[in-house]
């Protein structure tokens, strides 16, 4: 399949997609839905593709990443495909020395402490994620309707796992460095913004129709302290690619309290957890932005009754939550699909909500 037509910039247009218009506030010709983590270990095809393979070899194998973002795409008939990538590629990609443990995550082996470690800290040159770029041209050739979505981790959340060392279930040493070292914090977030967006600038230029910015441990801050030591840098990454005119989506797990903020931070479409009604978020966000999500990934576990009326209440609230001020809605999961999950109950979603 080949796209309906090109700009001369080689960007796609695809002015009937439904999550493009949904997220400009034009009436979309159904819901738009798409998952996140849709192209993962639900799917019996992405685990056979993937054995023996380590991700972050994955990540950086351009027909690999072609094949395993399309098949959500074949298998469930969403309206967008996501780049299949990790929010720690960038980093990998300009030389930090770190690795993705199964059953851990990310594992850094120096982490960052000081302000001589964050001098140290690489830049990205667009020449070390030309996988990433041949994947987005490869996808772009076969997507044909769909829109493709690239992503990024946020500065936060890529700090946290510098900090920390990996994953981390209280934050301490990332807080710590926050409060007692600001500058050399702010140096190190800086650092990052720059990285993210040199990455979603090559993606950007490869022909992604939209991007999302994953932070995944904002919810872990209080309000004040986003505000502080995160916004300002989420605010600079999302000003930096406005000019490209394509959707920008921000999301962030636990974030009920901080969705105002992030509002701010120049998102064009604002991500929801299952934690917070999305008429809720709509008045925390306030107008004039999409809203994205929300249903409980963990519902899909269950049987296809519970999962039918929890579809249908989602999509009721966000109706109610376009009365009160969001441009519009795009349905997903509060956070990423769970391995277990049946994938044929994600295609009956999909179904289920196209036909409402």
């Known amino acids: 399949m080949t796209p309906q037509s090109e700009l001369s910039s080689g960007r796609r247009e695809l002015p009937a997609a439904p999550l493009l218009a949904a997220a400009a506030g034009r009436k979309p010709v159904h819901r738009p839905v798409w998952f996140m983590r849709q192209a993962g270990r639900s799917l ?27 098949q959500p795409v074949r298998r469930h008939g969403v309206d967008a495909a996501i780049l299949f990538s990790d929010i720690v590629v960038p980093l990998k990609a300009a030389g930090i020395d770190l690795d993705i ?7 850094v082996a120096s982490p960052i402490r000081s302000a001589a470690d964050v001098a140290r800290l690489p830049r990205l040159e667009p020449a070390q994620v030309e996988a990433v770029s041949s994947a987005i041209r490869l996808l772009t050739a076969e997507l044909g309707e769909t829109a493709l979505i690239g992503f990024a981790g946020a500065p936060f959340t890529l700090a ?64 004040a302290d986003y505000r502080t030591f995160v916004m300002p840098h989420s605010k600079r990454v999302f000003e930096a690619v406005k000019s490209a005119g394509i959707p920008r989506i921000h999301f962030g797990v636990g974030t009920g309290e901080l969705l105002g903020a992030m509002g701010e931070a120049g998102a064009d479409v604002v991500g929801v957890d299952w934690r917070v009604p999305l008429a809720e978020a709509a008045r925390r966000v306030g107008p004039g932005k999409a809203l994205q999500g929300n249903l409980d990934p963990a519902l899909l576990l269950g049987d296809w009754s519970a999962v039918e009326r929890e579809v249908r209440r989602v999509l009721a609230d966000a109706d109610d939550a376009i009365e009160a001020g ?22 009956r979603v999909v179904e289920l909500v196209h036909s409402l």
């Open 101 to 107: 443990v199964g059953g851990v995550g990310p594992v």
């Open 326 to 347: 969001a441009v519009g809605h795009i349905f997903n999961l509060g956070h990423g699909v769970l391995p277990e999950t049946d994938p044929s109950v994600l295609t």
């Open 160 to 223: 946290s796992y510098l900090v920390e060392g990996g994953p981390s279930r209280h934050h301490d040493r990332t807080k710590s460095l926050m409060h007692s070292d600001p500058t050399t914090w702010h140096a190190l977030l800086g650092a990052l913004t720059d990285i993210t967006i040199s990455f979603l600038q090559v993606q950007i230029e490869a022909g992604v129709d939209a991007v999302q910015l994953f932070d995944s441990w904002a919810g872990a801050l209080s309000l």
């Open 44 to 70: 019996p095809e992405y685990r056979e593709i993937r054995a023996g393979v380590g991700m972050l070899e994955s990540c950086f194998n351009a027909e690999l990443v072609c094949e395993i973002t399309m």
